[in-house]
């Protein structure tokens, strides 16, 4: 079946600090991966969408400067939190699908659990 | 803007009994209806969607059904195992585009 895995699957990390997560497709080739954050009990809210070979779209509200994505392959793709705040603690989770819809059938990383101090 | 909602948010049931999952969404006009396990600390993993067009949908002791028109969705579990305990989210994407989520039903399940 379709994998998809997340490095690191946590990290702890001061403020000020920035942090890269990698989500990668392991056995098939991703058209389109998502990132989300979910907060304890809450919902998980996408935050962008991104395209091999092609600029993010970041949902409204979320800041691209502070959350910069880069889908470098059909198999890669990385969030970095530039400048890491303690609001900013979350848990980071990533998905790939191999339509341009977040509809289409998506493959979902383990996640990434990010703690700044 | 599309709002999900799952009640209850948290269950614990025998196992054996039968589950049901309650999820209500404000925008009729949904895409598909799509119901998700997450395990703690993991991401999700797909039980079952249901097409607009569709009324139910089936896999194994799992059965969803769909009212678009009362904007429910219900996820059916028979005979509960202790396997079955985790986090059970729905997602009802009003257009072609975005999944939203609901917050989720943490279900516990006691062998």
């Known amino acids: 079946g379709a994998v998809v895995s997340q490095h690191p699957s946590w990290v702890i990390c001061k403020s000020g600090t920035s942090v890269k997560i990698e989500c990668r497709s392991l056995?098939?080739?991703?058209?389109?991966m998502f990132w989300y954050r979910q907060f304890p009990k809450q919902s998980l809210m996408l935050m962008a969408t991104?395209?091999?070979?092609?600029?993010?779209?970041?949902e409204q509200g979320v800041e691209k400067d502070k959350f910069l994505i880069n889908h470098a392959s059909l198999t890669l793709s990385t969030l970095t939190v530039t400048s890491a705040h303690p609001e900013d603690s979350s848990f980071y989770i990533c998905?790939?699908?191999?339509?341009?819809?977040?509809?289409?059938?998506?493959?979902f990383g383990p996640g990434t659990r990010l703690t700044v101090l | 803007k599309q709002e999900v909602t799952q009640i209850p948010a948290a269950l614990s049931v025998p196992e054996g009994e039968n589950l049901v999952l309650n999820c209500s969404f404000t925008?009729?006009?949904?895409?598909?209806l799509q119901w998700f396990r997450q395990d703690p600390g993991k991401g999700l993993t797909s039980l079952l969607l249901?097409?607009?067009?569709?009324r139910e949908q089936t896999s194994g002791r799992l059965n969803a059904s769909l009212d678009k028109s009362s904007g429910r969705s219900t996820l059916y579990i028979a005979a509960s195992q202790p396997g079955d305990s985790a986090t059970y989210l729905c997602?009802?994407?009003?257009?072609?585009?975005?999944?939203?989520f609901g917050a989720g039903t943490t279900v516990t399940v006691r062998a």
């Open positions: 991104s395209n091999e070979g092609s600029k993010a779209t970041y």
């Open positions: 997602a009802a994407p009003p257009n072609d585009y975005k999944l939203s």
């Open positions: 998905s790939a699908g191999q339509g341009t819809r977040s509809t289409d059938t998506q493959y």
């Open positions: 056995d098939f080739q991703a058209t389109t």
């Open positions: 249901i097409q607009s067009s569709q």
């Open positions: 925008d009729s006009a949904i895409y598909n």
